[in-house]
Antibody
Framework: EVQLVESGGGLGHPGGSLRLSCAAA????????MHWVRQRIGKGLEFVSS???????HYAASVKGRFTISRDNDRSSFHLQMDSLRVEDTAVYYC??????????WGQGTLVTVSS | SYELTQPPSVSVSPGQTANIACSGE??????VCWYQQKPGQSPVLVIF???KRPSGIPERFAGSKSGNTATLTIGGTQAMDEADYYC?????????FGTGTKVTVL
């Protein structure tokens, strides 16, 4: 069974940093592209960042230059380093597995709140 | 930036058919998928590659596409189908979600 478990959410301050992690199990992690998707409270889904199996990365325009995605295939995990946080980054962050331009497995989500 | 537009809400009576539209420029040339999200839960993939159902998804969920509009059809809607539904497609290097539709089973 595919399992994705996020951690690292919580309270961050404007201009500060948080690091999210996603632990994967139940599949050959190194073979899959992995993603972060966020959802502001009461709003829709928004792509944040992706990292390919071979390591190529992509970012939404709203986070480019502030967030950094990375992966550790030996530990079947990937991360989102969130720097220069803004109030508008407040959201539930989901990690997700890509199959073929779609997301077939999702974590339970971790809440990030950015507030002074 | 690329956008996918959905109606904010759809209401349906139990046992009836719900149709949720998703429109976008050149959507006819893209692969569309659909997610169901119930309150407090993570999204679940219900349709991929326009019309395919993942294992475990009931047959009452069906996807189709005509021109630049994709449609999720829920036939014989049940109370458990009350949820938010999002379409999604890939454009260039980014993954775009639709604006979301709240399906209410009256």
């Amino acid at each position: 069974e595919v399992q994705l478990v996020e951690s690292g959410g919580g309270l961050g301050h404007p201009g500060g940093s948080l690091r999210l992690s996603c632990a994967a199990a139940g599949f050959s992690f190194s073979r899959y592209d992995m993603h972060w998707v966020r959802q502001r409270i009461g709003k829709g889904l928004e792509f944040v960042s992706s990292i390919a199996a071979v390591g190529a990365t992509h970012y939404a325009a709203s986070v480019k230059g502030r967030f950094t995605i990375s992966r550790d295939n030996d530990r079947s995990s990937f991360h989102l380093q969130m720097d220069s946080l803004r109030v508008e980054d407040t959201a539930v962050y989901y990690c997700a597995r890509e199959r073929d331009r779609d997301f077939d497995s999702w974590g339970q989500g971790t809440l990030v709140t950015v507030s002074s | 930036s690329y956008e996918l537009t959905q109606p904010p809400s759809v209401s349906v009576s139990p046992g009836q058919t719900a149709n949720i539209a998703c429109s976008g420029e050149k959507l006819g040339t893209k692969s569309v998928c659909w997610y169901q999200q119930k309150p407090g839960q993570s999204p679940v993939l219900v349709i991929f590659q326009n019309a395919k159902r993942p294992s475990g998804i009931p047959e009452r969920f069906a996807g189709s596409k005509s021109g630049n509009t994709a449609t999720l059809t829920i036939g014989g809607t049940q109370a458990m189908d009350e949820a938010d539904y999002y379409c999604q497609a890939w454009d260039s290097t980014t993954y775009v979600f639709g604006t979301g539709t709240k399906v209410t089973v009256l």
